[in-house]
């Protein structure tokens, strides 16, 4: 699960920029997708913490651990990805399906304290709410990613202004 930000340069900072070495204009954008990459994974485990609805949603903490910055290989930048395999199904939800009873009776016994003697009822419970519900989502990472966008585009408005008012 991963988020990708495009960053789209006005015609200004384009002619500003042809003035600078090749190697000079690459080492300015890692500089600056870095820090914004950066910001962006704090925003995300935030959001995994405190949830945009209030909604803790990891309690073990291993979804937060597992995010992280990627450096792109064929062009220059990073991307914030989340590697757990259940990454994906928080974020976005699920289809009605048939869970493994493993993890969710731990997850039951973890998150809600449900006693041994009731487990298996619990657990085949929530199983058939499961298959015939789905699960909700619980955006971290859109809500992060739209948040960094908003202030990106700010940003640009801002720096074009200088350059104008720069030539």
Do not use: C
Request: no cysteine; charged share 25%; proline share 6%.
């Amino acid at each position: 699960m991963s988020e990708h930000i495009k960053v789209e340069l006005s015609e200004d900072l384009k002619k500003f920029m042809r003035r600078m070495t090749p190697t000079g204009i690459k080492n300015l954008m890692y500089k600056i997708t870095s820090f914004y990459a950066l910001k962006l994974q704090g925003t995300v485990v935030k959001n995994i913490d405190h949830g945009p609805s209030g909604y803790k949603i990891s309690d073990t903490g291993k979804l937060k651990q597992s995010v992280h910055i990627r450096k792109l290989t064929n062009e220059v930048g990073y991307k914030v990805v989340a590697e757990k395999d259940y990454a994906l199904t928080v974020e976005t939800g699920s289809k009605p399906h048939y869970p493994p009873y493993k993890p969710l009776s731990l997850w039951l016994k973890r998150k809600l304290h449900v006693p041994i003697s009731r487990l298996y009822i619990a657990t085949k419970g929530l199983q058939r709410k499961i298959a015939r519900f789905g699960t909700k989502p619980h955006p971290y990472l859109k809500p992060s990613a739209d948040w960094l966008r908003s202030r990106l585009n700010r940003m640009g408005e801002q720096l074009a202004k200088f350059i104008e008012s720069s030539l």
